[in-house]
């Protein structure tokens, strides 16, 4: 089978949905089909082997841009326009790219969202013109990475005669945040051209039904998978000392970071957990700086600065060695996170999870019995599940062990990726005998 991913990439930081997607195609290669790694805006940050390298980006991030606030950029000659895709000038544009927030791109997000009657036309023309072209065999089957694609849909459906799949993964959040009078334009442009999408994969039973009520949308058209992860690499923790708590996600309020430090300030006024170290890693912008910056200011004040390790921006061989030393693993979000694939890779690593009970972690962590779920969203409420859970050495080794059964009997890439491929092989018309 051929299949084309389309993913934006989310310039310098690392992106749930990029590595998803990532790992899918290679899953997808690995199993014998030809899948193909499209980028968008700006090239991937990934800590494993960039797929999408093999191909241009489309939608370059500047010219996308120029087009939406210069009309005259959008008859720009052939040379410049090709010039300002080159992979250079959009990796020097993605710093930048990492300090946008949603309230700045309100008009852009809606005219990207018009498809072809939008101000970036011309680079859903070159889109359509390479996936036609000779440089790439027709593909059977599309897959957009989120519905902040969904624009480009119908053009593609319409000139390629294959059909579309489109992920859901962290729209709602993204959408919410945009100016009111775009986010209403926004969520009304997905929902209407939702209806011509035969499928819909969501992660979670919990997010599937969020979008379901949001974009209207059909029994038929919904599907679940989860996301999943390549277990080969990592390594289960032993449990030594000192016992770890850890973090591993992007380093912001949305992910719950300042719960987790103030959980575990109220953790270390126990004695009997002066000995326990809390690890933090994950992707570090210049939006993040603030909160980091402010939490090492308190952590010196309340003097735990040498009980806590700040990790940014890991590499992968380093991450592995970041969860293979934790005991315990916690990313309170306070948002409607639509799956975790942080909790995917705590779990390959046999670390057991501590989440709210909010969003989709009860799916992940507690049919598995691979941690605890925790009903009130607070730093008290954690602090005293993490107490209760490191009081339990035996059932966090247990717990652990689970997590990384449920990798490999529900979780493995393969297994994630040969669901997908069923899927795309139910959509594909069989041809007239």
């Known amino acids: 089978m051929k299949v084309i991913q389309l993913t934006p990439g989310a310039g310098a930081m690392y992106c749930g949905n990029c ?8 899953a997808m290669r ?3 089909h030809d899948a193909v790694m499209i980028p968008l805006y700006l090239p991937l940050t990934l800590d494993e082997s960039d797929l999408s390298l093999e191909n241009p980006v489309f939608f370059s991030g500047i010219n996308v841009y120029l087009e939406q606030i210069l009309p005259v950029f959008r008859k720009m000659p052939a040379w410049l326009h090709q010039l300002l895709s080159h992979r250079f000038l959009l990796k020097l544009a993605a710093g930048k790219a990492a300090s946008t927030r949603p309230q700045q791109v309100g008009k852009l997000t809606v005219s990207m969202l018009q498809g072809e009657n939008g101000n970036q036309a011309r680079e859903l023309k070159d889109l359509i013109h390479f996936l036609k072209s000779d440089s790439i065999k027709p593909p059977d089957v599309l897959c957009l990475s989120n519905a902040m694609l969904i624009g480009m849909a119908h053009q593609i459906q319409s000139q390629l005669h294959i059909p579309v799949v489109c992920m859901l993964q962290g729209e709602d959040d993204f959408l919410d945040s945009l100016p009111p009078q775009e986010m ?7 929902k209407d051209k939702a209806r011509s999408i035969p499928a819909f994969v969501a992660p979670t039973r919990y997010f599937a039904q969020k979008m379901s009520s949001r974009l209207n949308l059909s029994d038929s058209q919904l599907h679940i998978i989860p996301n999943g992860i390549q277990p080969q690499g990592f390594v289960q923790t032993t449990f030594s000392a000192p016992r770890t708590i850890g973090f591993f ?7 719950g970071l300042h719960t987790l430090v103030d959980a575990f300030t109220l953790l270390k006024k126990d004695p009997e957990f002066a000995d326990v170290q809390l690890a933090i890693g994950g992707s570090c912008g210049p939006n993040d700086k603030i909160l980091v910056d402010s939490l090492h200011i308190k952590l010196k004040q309340e003097n735990l600065h040498p009980s806590v390790q700040f990790h940014p921006n890991l590499t992968k061989q380093e991450k592995i060695d970041f969860f293979s030393r934790l005991h ?9 996170e639509a799956f975790g694939l942080y909790l995917l890779e705590a779990m390959a690593s046999g670390v057991p999870c501590v989440q709210p009970n909010v969003s989709g972690f009860h799916e992940l962590i507690v049919p598995h019995n691979a941690g605890w779920c925790y009903d009130s969203n607070d730093a008290t409420s954690l602090s005293l599940s993490l107490k209760s859970a490191l009081r339990k050495p035996d059932e966090l080794i247990k717990r652990g062990q689970n997590g990384v059964n449920a990798i490999h009997n529900t979780f493995h890439i393969q297994k994630i990726a040969q669901r997908y491929l069923d899927l795309f092989a139910s959509l594909i018309p069989i041809p007239d005998k």
């Not at 590595?19 to 290679?26: E, I, K, S, T």
């Not at 996600?249 to 992910?255: H, I, L, V």
């Open 19 to 26: 590595l998803r997607d990532n790992a899918l195609v290679a």
């Open 30 to 32: 690995l199993g014998g």
């Open 184 to 190: 209403e334009i926004a969520w009304d442009l997905i």
């Open 249 to 255: 996600a992007r380093m912001c309020r949305a992910k």
């Open 328 to 336: 315990i693993f916690s990313v309170p979000a306070n948002y409607s």
